[in-house]
Nanobody
């Protein structure tokens, strides 16, 4: 059974940083691309980073230069380092098995950026 469990969210002031984790199990983690997705209240899901199996990473312009995705295959864990957070980054963040917003996902971790 595929299982994804996110952690690391919380309340942070604008300009602050957070590191999210996604612990994966039930599949060969190293062989699959993984995506971080966020969904703000009342809005649709938005991908914020993708880590491909060849090590290639992608970011939309909204987070490029502020967010960094990484993957530890030995620990079966996906990370998202988020720096210089803005109020518009407030959302539920979750990881998805595969590239894009569709696929098996975890329950998510809430990130709130507010002073």
């Amino acid at each position: 059974e595929v299982k994804l469990v996110e952690s690391g969210g919380g309340l942070v002031q604008p300009g602050g940083s957070l590191r999210l984790s996604c612990a994966a199990s039930g599949f060969t983690f190293s062989m699959h691309p993984m995506t971080w997705v966020r969904q703000a209240s009342g809005k649709g899901p938005e991908w914020v980073s993708i880590f491909y199996s060849d090590g290639t990473t992608m970011y939309p312009n909204s987070v490029k230069g502020r967010f960094t995705i990484s993957k530890d295959n030995a620990k079966n864990t996906l990370y998202l380092q988020m720096n210089n957070l803005k109020p518009e980054d407030t959302a539920l963040y979750y990881c998805v098995k595969g590239p894009g917003v569709s696929g098996i996902r975890g329950q998510g971790t809430q990130v709130t950026v507010s002073s």
